[in-house]
């Protein structure tokens, strides 16, 4: 791969996670820009621009904590449904999960101990399945009542 396409497809992926951590396309812009600030030289290497735009998506998404964190109707639903945990338990999945960072670096990033990240990460996993948003549990219930009756 060239250079180009390196550095293509690690922007692409630093704002697909800002932006799944996030919930605004324009926040995980900003975080993706504070994660080209924080190279060194302009050179992607060691995740660096992953990890620093994943520090400041969280901590953009803290500063407005007066927004509703409503998932991102381009998600797909799978990812939508990340938005029914509870911030740090979608932080800690997609750092984990989807993004395969270490559980130390997780751990640094979240500001928690590792036993603290793995807990965390366990109760998401097993929280997860579980979770139903409002609008599904609506249709199930429409498709309930009208479904004929024998």
Known sequence: M???GEIS???DGAFHAASILTGSAEVAENAVLDGIAALNFGHIFNDVLLVETVKSAIRRRADLASRSEQ???YLPWELQRLFLLAPISRDCFVLRVLLGITLETCSGILHLTTQASEEVL???LQE???LEDSSSKRSRITQTLSSPTT
């Open 2 to 4: 060239t250079a180009k």
């Open 9 to 11: 497809k690690a922007l």
């Open 71 to 73: 998932a991102p109707s």
């Open 122 to 124: 366990c109760a998401a």
């Open 128 to 130: 997860l399945p579980r």
